[in-house]
Antibody, heavy 123, light 110 residues
Framework: QVTLKESGPVLVKPTETLTLTCTVS??????????VSWIRQPPGKALEWLAH???????SYSSSLKSRLSISKDTSKSRVVLTMTNMDPVDTGTYYC???????????????WGQGTLVTVSS | QSVLTQPPSVSAAPGQTVTISCSGS????????VSWYRQLPGTAPKLLIY???KRSSGIPDRFSASKSATSATLGITGLQTGDEADYYC???????????FGGGTKLTVL
């Protein structure tokens, strides 16, 4: 059974750095053509893809947030970590991690999602 | 502003059929796979359709999808009140090197 679970702070202050962890089970972060993406959703708004990391350690970031994001993985611990610097109230929302199937370097589908974690940015 | 364009809302009566459109460009839908997700209120998105038209495990055949050029369509037949949710299309954009989603469509079953 594939599961993903996000963890991290519920509340962060403006200018602080957010660190979120996605712990996965039911698959390996070294599985061929598998990876993990981070996707966020501001309250009442649409989904926004942030970043992904593939099993071959290839990484990609949203161009609008690239300077603030960093993604890494610890295969032995089945964890993927996303950091976002200089948090702002507009970054408030639910952050999801999702298992990502890719082929030829292209994402094909986000097939399993975590439950999400709500992050509020406020002083 | 989402890269993929969906209608904000659609509605239909129970038992009826509804379609949800998703419009993109040659850099995303036109050259990549489309997937569809359903998000019930207060829950995480769930995969419905992948590879343009393949139903995910456990998804009934009331749900179908197609892709043509730079657009995709999700169809739901035999609408049930439990189908009320937000529906999102997703794809990969080769120009942006990024995952992209539509703005979401809220389905109301009247």
């Amino acid at each position: 059974q594939v599961t993903l679970k996000e963890s991290g702070p519920v509340l962060v202050k403006p200018t602080e750095t957010l660190t979120l962890t996605c712990t996965v089970s039911g698959f390996s972060l070294s599985s061929a053509r598998m990876g993990v993406s981070w996707i966020r959703q501001p309250p009442g708004k649409a989904l926004e893809w942030l970043a992904h990391i593939f099993s071959n350690d290839e990484k990609s970031y949203s161009s609008s947030l690239k300077s603030r994001l960093s993604i890494s993985k610890d295969t032995s611990k089945s964890r993927v970590v996303l950091t976002m610097t200089n948090m702002d109230p507009v970054d408030t929302g639910t952050y999801y991690c999702a298992r990502t199937y890719f082929f030829d370097g292209v994402v094909r589908v986000f097939d399993y999602w975590g439950q999400g974690t709500l992050v509020t940015v406020s002083s | 502003q989402s890269v993929l364009t969906q209608p904000p809302s659609v509605s239909a009566a129970p038992g009826q059929t509804v379609t949800i459109s998703c419009s993109g460009s040659t850099s995303n839908i036109g050259n990549s796979y489309v997937s569809w997700y359903r998000q019930l209120p207060g829950t995480a998105p769930k995969l419905l359709i992948y590879d343009n038209n393949k139903r995910s495990s456990g998804i009934p055949d009331r749900f179908s999808a197609s892709k043509s050029a730079t657009s995709a369509t999700l169809g739901i037949t035999g609408l049930q009140t439990g189908d009320e949710a937000d529906y999102y299309c997703g794809s990969w954009d080769s120009s942006l090197s990024a995952g992209v989603f539509g703005g979401g469509t809220k389905l109301t079953v009247l």
